[in-house]
Nanobody, 125 residues
Framework: QVQLVESGGGLVQAGGSLRLSCEAS????????MGWFRQAPGKEREFVAAIDSSAGSTLYKNSVKGRFTISRENGKSTVYLQMNNLKPEDTAVYYC??????????????????WGQGTQVTVSS
């Protein structure tokens, strides 16, 4: 079983930055692709970024390319989402997710088997 705990959310002004962290329990973190998703009020959950187990490949939602960076430290069982130049439309609850081991990178929420509880990001204009 894998447990994911996000941290780093908060309130920031437009143009500001935040770094989200997601720490995973369990032995399989280093073999698992990881992703970040978000859900704004009244909207469906959407893909933000993903990274494969070795950090050799990444995927991004088009609207965050060049502003957000996903990374991971397998030795700390942690995945990060660095968010720069934040915009009010980035306001959402951000969720960390993990795939089962030895599966590839994906942008589809249905491909992820483990989810964190979410952390709120609010960007004021």
């Amino acid at each position: 079983q894998v447990q994911l705990v996000e941290s780093g959310g908060g309130l920031v002004q437009a143009g500001g930055s935040l770094r989200l962290s997601c720490e995973a329990s369990g032995r399989t973190f280093g073999d698992s692709a990881m992703g970040w998703f978000r859900q704004a009020p009244g909207k469906e959950r959407e893909f933000v970024a993903a990274i494969d187990s070795s950090a050799g490949s990444t995927l991004y939602k088009n609207s965050v390319k060049g502003r957000f960076t996903i990374s991971r430290e397998n030795g700390k069982s942690t995945v990060y989402l660095q968010m720069n130049n934040l915009k009010p439309e980035d306001t959402a609850v951000y969720y960390c997710a993990a795939r089962s081991p030895h599966l590839g990178i994906s942008s589809r929420s249905g491909d992820y088997d483990y989810w964190g509880q979410g952390t709120q990001v609010t960007v004021s204009s």
